[in-house]
């Protein structure tokens, strides 16, 4: 049987005969300039009564938390037409997945989108389901769901992916390298969890799934309800009856060779030596080189010389860290953006849902360029990327060069007038 946390219950005390004391609301030292984030500090609903500090210290990255109506009364941020409508768009990331035959001998098939809406089974056969990634960046309700976790760093929230299955449709059991919160919308979804760090793959399959899968613990989520999973940690979610549609906050994990490749090639193409721009500019010489007798061999000083360039480059003050904010903020490869808007007077702004803007101590980050930035220009840009978005007033007493940037980007698309 699906297991459930205990409850406990406790008689109310006796109401007082005096006039009880007003208790004083309790006033936050840590809240959010993004307001659909709960404070920092205080007990959160969707965090199971744990502050986002509390959360982050007992659970990211530690161990499973499973809370029970984390969104009481949640509503899909879509309906089951409006998922399929998107399956048939070629801007849109989806995925059909179907499974038949016994768990353990079950036979998996995947096709990725776009697809005619033919192609999806009946809604009343059972072993599919559908996916849509990034659903954040096409319904303003998806949007204001991912937006509740933004206790998160931005540099490491992905995407909301929304996910429908007939009765028993799932991706099988398999194992994520990021965090996810996999909160159920609508119907019900039985989740088996285990650790199983060392798990082998299932060969000739189109899905990466878990040869031997054993759960550890096991829930039936209803709507409103909400597991949190580390990664590493192995589960398998099927459908129970049907009707099924489940959101999944997604966290980006880069691994260290793609951080290197990444911003090397970032790096590489940031090279700039004063000294290349006068007549002899600097080059490789070996006035000690002796005559060889193994032309084939490279030089241990050409080695070294290659070494010091390389160096030279990483030492530049900045050079990795603006490498690394333009890699973290680039769009993915299937974002564009919608130009041509202007910005009215009297107007705030707001970043479009694509738009990812970070910063560091000396620059700003969006959608994979850079600025510099300082003073009073630098605080209104770190404002607008923690809150993402700049009320009319700010916008209207920012700097000439300021406002100049950001009505580019509105032009561009990247932020909306609010």
């Keep these: ?22 208790r004083a609301a309790t006033v936050s030292r840590r809240p959010h300039p993004d307001a659909a984030v709960a404070p920092l500090d205080l007990p959160s609903e969707l965090l199971g009564g744990l502050s986002p500090e509390a959360f982050m210290r007992r659970h990211w990255q ?11 009364g949640v509503q899909p941020p879509l309906s089951r037409a409006e998922l399929f409508a998107l399956v048939e768009r070629d801007d849109v990331e989806s995925r059909l997945i179907r499974r038949e035959g016994e768990p353990g001998q079950d ?13 999806l089974p009946a809604a009343t056969k059972p072993g599919w389901t559908v996916l849509v990634q990034g659903l954040n960046l096409h319904v303003p309700a998806a949007e204001a769901m991912l937006d509740r976790f933004r206790f998160v760093p931005q540099a490491r929230l992905d995407d909301l992916m929304v996910s429908w299955a007939s009765d ?41 799934i878990i040869d031997g899968f054993v759960a550890e613990q096991e829930w039936v989520l209803d709507a409103g309800d909400m597991l949190y999973l580390p990664p590493g940690w ?21 691994g260290r060779s793609e951080l290197a490749r990444e911003t090397l090639l970032r790096l590489a193409d940031a090279v700039d030596d004063e000294a290349d721009a006068v007549a002899r500019p600097p080059v490789y010489r070996d006035p000690g080189q002796d005559a060889t007798a193994t032309p084939g061999r490279i030089p241990a000083a050409l080695h070294d010389y290659a070494q010091a360039a390389l160096s030279r480059a990483l030492a530049q003050p900045g050079a990795l860290a603006q490498a690394l904010g333009e890699y973290l903020s ?49 605080r209104t840009l770190q404002a607008l990327a923690d809150a993402r978005v700049l009320d009319a007033r700010t916008v209207a007493q920012a700097s000439p060069e300021l406002r100049e940037l950001l009505t580019q980007w509105v032009e561009d698309g990247w932020l909306l007038p609010d």
């Design 1 to 22: 049987m699906p297991k459930k946390p205990p409850t406990t219950s406790a008689a109310a005390p006796a109401a007082p005969r005096s006039t009880p004391r007003r």
């Design 62 to 72: 530690r161990k499973p938390l499973l809370v029970r109506q984390a969104l009481p």
């Design 107 to 119: 036979a998996w098939q995947l096709r990725r989108g776009p697809m005619p809406r033919r192609a």
């Design 168 to 208: 028993g449709g799932g991706v099988g059991p398999h194992f994520d390298s990021y965090d996810v919160f996999l909160i159920q919308v609508h119907g019900q979804r039985r989740w088996r969890i285990g650790r199983m760090p060392d798990a082998p793959l299932r060969p000739g399959l189109p899905l990466k």
């Design 234 to 254: 192995a589960h398998d979610g099927d459908a129970v009856g049907g009707d099924c549609m489940t959101c999944s906050v997604g966290f980006r994990s880069p």
């Design 330 to 378: 680039e769009p993915k490869a299937q974002i564009s953006f919608d130009p041509g808007r202007t910005l009215p007077e009297g107007c705030g702004v707001r970043l479009d849902p694509r738009s990812c803007l970070l910063y560091d101590d000396r620059r700003v980050y969006c959608n994979g360029e850079s600025w510099r930035a300082a003073g009073r220009d630098a």
